[in-house]
């Protein structure tokens, strides 16, 4: 699930904190996704702000040292 997909989930209502882990799990792995849940959470919220994804992508590196996959 890219970006924009997890964008369209939150404008139809569904259920967009599934779909912020979906991309944080394909994004970086699922080891990361379970040891850093709170990375979900920054997504939705950059989301949330209309940051578009190279700035997200820049918070959740820079606060916690990872990689994309």
Known sequence: ???????????????YESAARTYVVEKFGTPVAQTFPILASIVLRGIFAGKPESMVLAEVLAGFSLKPL
């Open 1 to 15: 699930m890219n970006y924009q997909q997890i964008i369209q989930q939150i404008i139809q209502q569904t259920d």
